[in-house]
């Protein structure tokens, strides 16, 4: 596609509940990356991919947040268990990374809100 | 360790310039960029720096790196009520494989 697209765009579950969100980046980018939005948080790093791979996971809040990457494409944010701390607006990004200057493509994010 | 700051809120009138400010802690930052989130709206690259370079001007912007200090700044010129935003300052550090780290974001409000 164009742009990057996650969804869903709105998800409201409750406390306890497994979700998965979802990022199709511009097509060719081999990184990937995934950010959480809170209010008066600003922009938090969680995972990023290259390619398939992800060599930083360190901002993964939790051992109930996985993500993975398939065919250097889609990637899957899941969240398991969820809790009220975790509502928030996850946020993907995608660039070509290692050449020019790694501009990130952002999408419009998924809000997440847990009851 | 890797952190980026920046203030949170920025109150200016319309028509004065607007100075946001960062500081940064990875030396081996290669690019540091400032992003744009209009309200509603995804973030975009409003304009970056190459660690090489002191100074970019892009039209109303200007951009001033003081790598000594670790220290970035956004001036926005003649501000209008269209600049209204939250602005984050970033930096990609290429020797871990090019993460990006931003900064909690400045959010710059606008008086008549």
């Known amino acids: 596609g164009a742009g990057v697209s996650q969804s869903p765009s709105n998800k409201v579950t409750e406390k306890g509940k497994d979700v998965e969100l979802r990022c199709d980046p511009i097509s060719g980018h081999t990184a990937l990356y995934w950010y959480r939005q809170s209010l008066g948080q600003g922009l938090e790093f969680l995972i990023y991919?290259?390619?398939?791979?992800?060599?930083?996971k360190s901002g993964l809040p939790s051992d109930r947040f996985s993500a993975e990457r398939t065919g250097g494409s889609v990637s899957t944010l899941t969240i398991q268990r969820t809790q009220q701390e975790d509502s928030a607006v996850y946020l993907c990004a995608s660039s070509l990374a290692g050449t020019g200057t790694g501009e990130l493509f952002f999408g419009e994010g998924s809000r997440l809100t847990v009851l | 360790g890797e952190d980026v700051e920046q203030s949170l809120f920025l109150s200016v009138r319309e028509g004065d310039s607007s100075v946001i400010n960062c500081t940064y802690t990875?030396?081996?930052?290669?690019?540091l960029y400032w992003y744009k989130q209009e309200p509603g709206a995804g973030l975009q690259l409003l304009t970056y720096?190459?660690?090489?370079?002191d100074m970019k001007q892009d039209q109303r912007l200007t951009v001033l790196l003081n790598k000594k200090d670790k220290h970035l700044s956004l001036r926005i010129a003649d501000t209008q009520t269209g600049d209204s935003a939250i602005y984050f300052c970033a930096e990609s550090i290429r020797n871990r494989d090019d993460k990006i780290i931003f900064g909690k974001g400045t959010r710059l409000h606008i008086l008549p």
């Open positions: 990875d030396s081996s930052s290669t690019y």
């Open positions: 720096i190459f660690s090489n370079m």
């Open positions: 991919f290259q390619g398939n791979s992800a060599p930083d």
